[in-house]
């Protein structure tokens, strides 16, 4: 092969920019869809303590009107 001037490789340090991208972007999807799946998490135990309380709070109020 012919070397003309200062030609140098380029194709190594290229690949190795787009490799180190993509894997921050990954790492960054992996971060947003981690803290997704928690937020869903405590977005299910808050409906679940909403309708116990309301379930609750409906037997109570049966309860009190029912005196005999």
Known sequence: MNNYGN???IAL???LIFSAAFSVL???MLIV???EMR???N???GVRAFYLAEAAANEAAAGW???G
């Open 43 to 45: 977005f299910e135990h």
């Open 13 to 15: 340090p290229l690949v």
């Open 26 to 28: 990954a790492l960054g």
């Open 65 to 67: 009107w029912d005196t």
């Open 33 to 35: 869809a981690i803290d």
């Open 7 to 9: 030609e140098q490789g």
């Open 39 to 41: 937020l869903a998490g």
